[in-house]
């Protein structure tokens, strides 16, 4: 497996992993495409045998970096495609200088829930209704540690 940089190329594919998911607050193409208007988003992709096996989105904002997708294809779950997609977001936060990282997550979404706190995430508030105006959204972070000269 590899993480790289998302091509356009990659968004078919993220689009038909998102339909895997049903409820996944899904961006479909359109939504990946206008990310790359965006100066402050990186998007990645897990790429397994030549094909997009999950994908991230992140904003840097520093000092903070936001966390807003991250899914796995169902053929790639439980594979470490999705640790390895968080380690490359730390990577990133922690070469610009970013000393927390936020994300939301639907409080029913226990495999997410369980692998965000795996990574040291914990949660720090809660959005009643924020999906659907049904699903609470978990506020977690992870506070990095200070980036070492």
Not at 11 to 38: D, L, M, S
Not at 73 to 98: D, N, T
Not at 103 to 112: K, R, T, W
């Amino acid at each position: 497996m590899i993480v790289r940089r998302a091509r356009r190329e990659d968004y078919p594919a993220f689009a038909a992993i998102e339909a895997e998911h049903p409820g996944y607050p899904a961006w479909g193409e359109k939504g990946f495409a206008a990310e790359e208007e965006n100066r402050n988003s990186v998007t990645l992709a897990a790429e397994v045998d030549g094909k997009a096996a999950g994908f991230i989105n992140f904003w840097v904002l520093r000092p903070q970096v936001q966390l807003n997708t991250l899914a796995v294809s169902r053929a790639g779950l439980r594979a470490g495609i999705a640790s390895a997609l968080l380690g490359k977001l730390f990577e990133y936060a922690s070469k610009s200088a970013c000393t927390e990282v936020d994300l939301e997550v639907n409080e029913h979404n226990a495999p997410a829930i369980a692998l965000y706190r795996a990574r040291g995430f914990e949660v720090v508030g809660k959005r009643p209704k924020f999906y659907n105006n049904a699903d609470a959204a978990l506020l977690m972070r992870r506070v990095l540690p200070p980036r070492e000269p």
